[in-house]
């Protein structure tokens, strides 16, 4: 790492300069990175193991002078800068460079602070509409469609190739029922395909079907999503839904059970309540009255006063002849939603 301190010597505008000192920094870089990220929260690192060889070093967050030593290194991130290597463009690869640096660091701090199950849409490397998306993403998933429209809508505005941040934005649309809307958004990110890896191509494909195609082509690429990633909720929850609306409540069933399966292990709570109450929906149509109240009352646990739940345990009462309940949980879905559409009103 002693190219670093070698380079800063030069000073921002250097009148004698070897392009050659640049290169180590430039391949040391990923070094630093994979330090920072892994020791970011000590000052101190006594030992480190990486593959076959024991190295002692120090890491000082904030200060100009990093000390280590790695031989056996893996990449944890690369970073390319296309261009001539001569001296008149030193400083302009090692700015853009910086940059990208940058830019991989702050979006790696949102997302210490994020579920783990956010982690998977970072598509972006731009901080600010990385944070919008999350904003998005949290409106969404308590159901403020309007505000998540807006903060998505903000999050392509700066970055317009953030191909989850179009996805999620075209199914806000939808559950708003503005359907070219929705539309609009998911074929705008669809023609961008061919700037997409293999693997980002599906979920722009998972949402077309949605869209313009039918349920089973729907079911064929979140499988394909399944493969990629088997501890992704999302994707169990995706297919629980898309059996609900076919009616193929049974093929339903142990969709959602897995999703909520894998949240326990983790042990989170479901990112939103429709992995309970699709789950209760499947419950309910398939005559499983015992597991659907279980499933409730496990629910009020992390979704408290939740108005699409209570509005599922309120048929489970009036299936059940539980009048006097089923009337209560009426009340209460009606309260909760007038409180919350004055609360939307303050927000919009």
């Known amino acids: 790492m002693d190219h670093l301190n070698g380079l800063s010597n030069y000073g921002a505008h250097p009148k004698a300069f070897d392009p050659e000192q640049v290169k180590p920094v430039l391949s040391n870089l990923s070094i630093i990175i994979k330090w920072y990220l892994k020791y970011k929260d000590s000052q101190t690192i006594s030992k480190v193991r990486t593959g076959e060889e024991q190295a002692i070093g120090k890491i000082r967050i904030g200060e100009e002078q990093t000390v280590g030593k790695i031989k056996t290194e893996e990449v944890f991130k690369s970073f390319q800068i296309e261009g001539s290597f001569k001296e008149e463009n030193i400083f302009q690869i090692i700015d853009s460079l910086s940059q990208r640096v940058k830019n991989f660091l702050l979006i790696s701090k949102l997302e210490q602070g994020i579920r783990s199950d956010y982690q998977t849409f970072t598509s972006t490397s731009s901080p600010e509409a990385y944070r919008y998306f999350i904003y998005g993403m949290n409106a969404y998933y308590k159901r403020v469609f309007p505000t998540a429209v807006k903060l998505y809508s903000q999050a392509v505005a700066i970055d317009s190739n953030f191909t989850f941040a179009y996805i999620n934005l075209s ?16 074929l705008k990110i669809y ?19 949605l869209f313009f195609e039918t349920p089973y082509e729907e079911i064929k690429y979140v499988r394909q999503l399944q493969e990629i990633d088997d501890q992704l909720p999302l994707n169990y929850y995706s297919l629980g839904w898309i059996y609900n609306k076919l009616y193929q409540y049974d093929k339903a069933i142990p969709e959602y059970e897995k999703a909520l399966e894998i949240y326990n292990k983790w042990g989170s709570k479901p990112v939103w309540d429709a992995n309970y109450t699709g789950l209760g929906l499947a419950y309910h149509k398939t005559d499983q009255y015992k597991k659907d109240k279980k ?19 309120a048929i489970l009462a009036l299936t059940e002849g539980d009048t006097i309940s089923g009337n209560d949980y009426i009340k209460k879905y009606i309260s909760l939603r007038k409180e919350g559409s004055a609360s939307e009103a303050v927000i919009e």
Do not use: G, H, T, V
Not at 171 to 186: D, I, T, W
């Open 191 to 209: 023609k961008k395909e061919d700037q997409m890896s293999m693997q980002q191509k599906i979920w722009p494909n998972r949402a077309y079907a």
């Open 295 to 313: 499933l409730y009352n496990k629910a009020e646990l992390d979704f408290p006063d939740d108005p699409p739940l209570i509005s599922r345990q």
């Open 171 to 186: 199914y806000a649309y939808f559950n708003l029922r503005s359907y070219e809307q929705a539309k609009k958004r998911c």
